[in-house]
């Protein structure tokens, strides 16, 4: 497929243009002009570009790309991994914001359809648009604890509020710092990526409970839905899976 046809398709896939976000998403480095595979990371590093070179891929599309609020100069970091890519002609395509809001196939609609929950309402602001999503549960929250790890292996919690669960909200990443929109939203338990020591007292004090899956973790399930939505389209895929355990 040509790249810019891609890079096109993944755009209005994902809305990218509906949000403000610091990253810029879409197309940030340009490659060779033909795409026949994709791999997939959730960030871009230089250890993801290696890995995408080896496995002969022509395009790495991540959550967290490289260019966030612009570039200021072409130096240190940058500079290396703008030469690398450009070397290998390998391009680079990011989603941040769009990914995580996306209402089919990402992180937070994910993470909420992985324990049983439709997500019904948005939820998460963020630069007046909504990110994350709430559903409604009537479950025990040592069973929506018991459904998350068998996906995510051993996760983080706050126990603070009750044990019946019925409305639960998803912000992947740093979302500890919604609690005081999720006791606005009637939300019982919100699940997470970072431990945030800020939000122990607030999230004690409001009786909330929190799962934190770490902040990789929270954000797999979009950039491997989205890798299957582009395998659909004709395109070969494979996911590059480099976990900080942060």
């Known amino acids: 497929m040509d790249l810019n046809q891609l890079a096109d398709f993944l755009d209005e896939y994902l809305r990218i243009h509906e949000y403000q976000d610091a990253s810029i998403n879409g197309l940030q480095v340009e490659g060779i002009g033909v795409v026949e595979k994709a791999a997939f990371a959730v960030d871009a590093s230089m250890e993801a570009f290696r ?6 891929a022509d ?15 072409i130096s240190g970091t940058i500079r290396e991994r703008l030469k690398f890519l450009l070397e290998n002609e390998l391009s680079l395509y990011a989603a941040h914001i769009p990914l995580d809001a996306h209402p089919e196939i990402g992180n937070n609609a994910m993470i909420l359809r992985m324990v049983g929950i439709e997500p019904e309402e948005g939820f998460g602001d963020y630069r007046g648009r909504k990110i994350g999503f ?10 929506i604890l018991e459904r998350l790890e068998d996906r995510f292996g051993e996760v983080g919690y706050m126990k603070f509020g009750k044990d019946e669960i019925e ?13 005081e929109e999720a006791l606005g939203a009637g939300v019982d338990l919100l699940i997470t990526g970072e431990i945030e ?12 409970n929190i799962i934190y899956l770490g902040h990789y973790s929270s954000e797999t399930p979009g950039i491997r839905a989205l890798m299957n939505v582009v ?3 004709g395109i070969d895929v494979e996911f590059i899976d480099i976990p900080t355990d942060l």
């Open 51 to 56: 890995r995408a070179v080896e496995i002969d």
């Open 59 to 73: 395009i790495l599309i991540v959550h967290h790309g490289i260019i966030w609020n612009g570039i200021e100069r």
């Open 134 to 143: 709430a559903g409604y549960a009537n479950l025990e929250f040592e069973e």
């Open 167 to 179: 409305k639960v909200a998803a912000v992947s990443g740093r979302g500890a710092g919604y609690v």
């Open 197 to 208: 020591h800020s939000a122990y007292h607030p999230a004690r004090e409001a009786e909330m």
């Open 231 to 233: 395998a659909d389209i």
